[in-house]
Every structure is written in C-alpha cells, then in structure tokens.
C-alpha cells in the first residue's frame, strides 16, 4: 500500500498532459499490487493466493517500467522517482519470497 500511495504522491507532481497516457498507466499498475494482494489472501486456498501474488509480480514489474520511462522521458527527477523505484524493489523481493513461499507449500 505504501508503494501505492508514493506513486500517487509522485504523479501529482507530473505535468498534466501526461494525466490520461503515462500517468494514468503508472497509478492503476501501482494501485493493482495492493488490491491482488488483498484479493489473493481473501481466496480460499493458497494456490490460489499465490496466483494472485503472481499477478501482483507482474503489476510491480509494470509499475517499475513505467518509473523508468518517467525517469527517462524527463517526466520527474531522478532524486524523486528513484526513491520509489528502490521501495518497488523492496516491495518485489518481499512477493517474490511469499510467491516461493505459498508454492513450497503446496507440495
């Protein structure tokens, strides 16, 4: 959720051009990581779960290129944006050992 509201936060600060292309992609991939999280762990099952953990892998790498390109394009600093790329980092090394995690358990 702090990634989230960081990205948010960020965006806020882009031009307004950009709020229906670039902006727009980048605050719906963040705020997807969360609510799979949520939807995942309200499954019953953990394969389940971790299907949902998958999909919010997926959204955090689409999260992180969408940063990157931010960064690229001139859209933001890097001395804002890289502040959230390092917690997008942190972010995918915690799913990627819960994603290890539920599938260790299903065997």
Do not use: C
Request: hydrophobic residues 40%.
């Amino acid at each position: 959720m702090d990634l989230a509201e960081a990205v948010y936060r960020l965006t806020r600060k882009f031009p307004k051009a950009e709020e229906y292309r670039l902006t727009s992609q980048l605050v719906r991939a963040a705020a997807s990581v969360p609510a799979n999280i949520a939807e995942g762990d309200a499954r019953s099952g953990r394969k389940d779960y971790a299907r949902f953990i998958g999909i919010a892998r997926g959204l955090l790498a689409e999260t992180e290129t969408f940063l990157m390109l931010a960064r690229r394009i001139g859209l933001g600093p890097a001395e804002t944006i890289d502040p959230v790329l390092g917690q997008a980092d942190r972010v995918g090394r915690m799913l990627n050992g819960l994603h290890k995690s539920l599938e260790k358990s299903d065997l």
